[in-house]
């Protein structure tokens, strides 16, 4: 064979390599929107442009979506595109007997055994080992979160049975991380509540959004967002039940109906929240059963930790009494900061508002070892109770009159006994693995910086930490600091940290705190300068302006490029041989130029 035949033949197999998207739907017989779904089932995605050799662009068109050879053999292999016929089968003969022959009794019967199709082993195929699966839940657990705050509507493509499920996972997903002390840290944003934990050696972040009443935008496609979620809650569904069984826990987990009216979300599966229910309902009808109780013991069941209610479980549990929990493996290897995490809030109790985030505070108070009371019959501790040690509450302006007012009138008398703080000290707190100060933290007062644990740059941090300590350092060797202060009201902040029952003094508190607040920030101006003129040099004054340069440059390239596109092919040919002769006249000028350095130097 000639060898121009050979060349012939290699450019059309390499040429085959890549198909068109309507070449394998006509394969295939399959729509675009079940074909869509089926690439978004197998995780197959179309090649960029840019990923085909120089060679063969040249019969390949930028507007049209390719895939390879090897993608269409694993779709044509799939069991679903059978699912798929027998659905639109099935479609088909309901409408014939709904509206031709009106046959009610067969269209119920049709319904009955319409035809589904299942995703389980594409996710076994997938993800043969569950470390495997576990590393991408990260995007399954901020899309699945974020789903089921969507109120149900079909016309768009948001789907109710969805919505439900992804509900009862996400609970699922937070009781399981609190109850074996999971997370690590956390973040506030914009955004709503970062959240990572550490499961089987892996860390994963999730987003629990903000509350919002939803905006439904016409360029988004929620059809392909189904697709999605339909595809995450199989994954996460098949993760749960591998981890509640790795870490001696009963899946799906008993879900009490009377925590569930109450709308407690993670809370609902949880035994500690369901005895105090118990007991007051028991006194009320005062039954003569064996399982009655008396005062006495009501606060036994409010002090008990969770780890002895699931190794000592309940009578009316029936079976699942004989379930054991024991040690694994990968819950024996922790360090000393796994262990500081769990017993970080270990005899300590907060008391939540109903303006709180109270899902993501509970997740966390109860993962580091708390207890949490709320207002509530279904709370352990009630408000006035004196064993509380926090109070988690933000007060603003407007609301000191309006909502809060009952219950800031009572500050006065628990001022000395527990501390009022704001949510960002729980996240402060878990971070640091810390349990830092309340002063900071106070009731309408100026938080601290709220910096994000999900950085790596250690430069960034050191200079955080060199800021801190050159703040302290000039606070506590300041002379005037020290003599402006008058003796008396020094005692009065001997008095505040000693508790003392004097209500004249937060008057005193609040102005020492707004003279810290003053010269803290004329430290920071004074060491901003300290620094700009140590730091001076003309190098680096030379080095911005080269930089800024740079930057023009880059702009007006990217600029040309743009209006390039919007060019026809003639004009760009054009473009493109004035730019070649433009570069060869500069690259002649240049040797020129160095021909004529070289002989004066001699």
Known sequence: MHIHKLKSKAKKKNQEKYLTKRKIQKKLFLSESEFRRLCIFKGIYPKDYKDIPLKLRNKFYKNKVYYTRSDYKKLSNEKIIQDFRKIKTGLKRYKKYKLSLEDNEKCKSIIRNFPKYK???????????????????????????????LPSNENIGIKNNLINQSIILRNHFHYYTYKTNKIKKGFISVKGYYLQAEIL????????????????????????????????????????????????LSYPPKEYTDLKNEKLNHLAFDKNFITKEIANELEAKESTEQN??????????EETNQENEINEPSKNDGKKKKIETKPIEHDIINNDNTKSVKNLFKNHIFYIHSNMPFDVLSIIILSCGGTICWNSLYSPYKYEDKNITHEILEVSGENMETQNSNKINNINEFAYKRSFIQPQYIFDCLNSNKILSCEDYNINKTLPVHLSPFIDDDNYKDLVKKDEYTINKMLSED??????IPKNKTNSQNQYNNYNDNENDMSEDEYNNAIRQKLRNDALNNQMEAENENNYNPQ????QEND??????????????????????????????????ENRQKLTIEKFIKKNKNKKSK
Do not use: M
């Open 119 to 149: 995703l389980d082993h594409i996710i076994k195929e997938r993800f043969p080992i569950l470390v495997y699966a576990v590393e991408q839940l990260n995007d399954a657990l901020t899309a699945i979160i974020a789903y089921s705050f």
């Open 201 to 248: 050696q892996k860390k994963i972040t999730w987003l629990i959004p903000h509350i919002f009443t939803p905006y439904f935008d016409k360029s988004i496609d929620f059809k392909v967002i189904t697709n999605f979620i339909e595809y995450y809650v199989t994954l996460l569904r098949f993760v749960l039940y591998k981890l509640y069984r790795l870490d001696g």
């Open 292 to 301: 009655t109780l008396d005062e006495s013991e009501i606060p036994e069941f």
């Open 479 to 484: 002379p005037q600091y020290n003599k402006s």
């Open 540 to 543: 680096n004054s030379i080095k």
């Open 548 to 581: 800024l340069l740079n930057v023009k440059k880059i702009s007006n390239q990217e600029n040309i490029k743009r209006n390039k596109l919007a060019l026809s092919k003639k004009k760009r040919k054009l473009y493109n041989r004035i730019e070649q002769a």
